[in-house]
């Protein structure tokens, strides 16, 4: 697999699962206290590394991938997400994860 520059990472793909569209339609509803200034890469990090800790692994993987929406060369959130697809022996996703 060829390494692509920073400005060809591949695109975000959210997952279809119920609870992972939950938490996506939820984040509407969350304190304003976390919507100040919109949801940003610092938040949804939080958020995901909360959510990994909680074991709720499909949340876990949206949060990551709203951060990486924000800053898409976050080293930190797409380890993050690696690890937690690791955890869902979604390997070859990890991998992908791993290797951007």
């Not at 692509?4 to 304003?32: G, M």
């Not at 938040?43 to 709203?66: F, M, N, P, S, T």
């Not at 060369?73 to 022996?89: M, N, P, S």
């Amino acid at each position: 697999m060829q390494e692509q520059p920073f400005h060809e990472l591949p695109e975000i793909h959210l997952t279809n699962s119920n609870r992972h569209q939950a938490l996506l339609n939820h984040k509407e509803s969350w304190s304003t206290e976390h919507q100040e200034g919109g949801q940003n890469y610092e938040y949804w990090k939080r958020e995901g590394d909360r959510l990994r800790v909680g074991k709720a692994y499909l949340e876990a993987i949206a949060a990551y991938e709203l951060a990486l929406l924000q800053k898409p060369t976050a080293c930190y959130a797409w380890q993050q997400r690696g690890e937690v697809l690791k955890r869902l022996h979604r390997y070859e996703e990890a991998i992908a994860a791993a290797t951007f």
